[in-house]
């Protein structure tokens, strides 16, 4: 078995060589046991690669939908909706908005006056952690809560 510091100098000489860091498949044999990192990497494997890809064809920015729609200014407020669409943050990962969102507000600085004045909308990707299961090998043994799903939405 490799030690820490000589798997790390693997590590380097791979990508020295041309190897990518990010972009490691796993690969299954019959009769391997295969750990929670093995599966993980299957999934970091295909997300990344996915990513690259969606970042290099298409860039970052709206793809469709997420139009303003009907602004309506009252003595310091502004109302307005966004359609439902999709978007592509700089790091290649979906912002999917499902549905419009409607009665958005934007409050008016008094001093600036009611006149055609721009204001930017900001929408970001967000993802955590969710569905909390216990987790235990053997019956009596301590059990411990780990999240089992990476619930991915907007702010």
Known sequence: MLSPTQNTDIQAEKIAEGFSETLVSPLFSPGILLEAADLQRGVDYTQELMRLMVRHLFGSGVVCGLQIKNPNGSLGTLTFSITA???????GRPIHVPSDLNGLTHVIDECAGMGNKAFQILLSHRSEQCRM????????????TVPTRLCEGYQ
Do not use: I, N, Q, V
């Open 85 to 91: 669409g999709l978007a592509l943050d700089c790091l």
């Open 133 to 144: 299961k216990e987790t235990r090998c053997t019956p009596g043994e301590p059990s411990d």
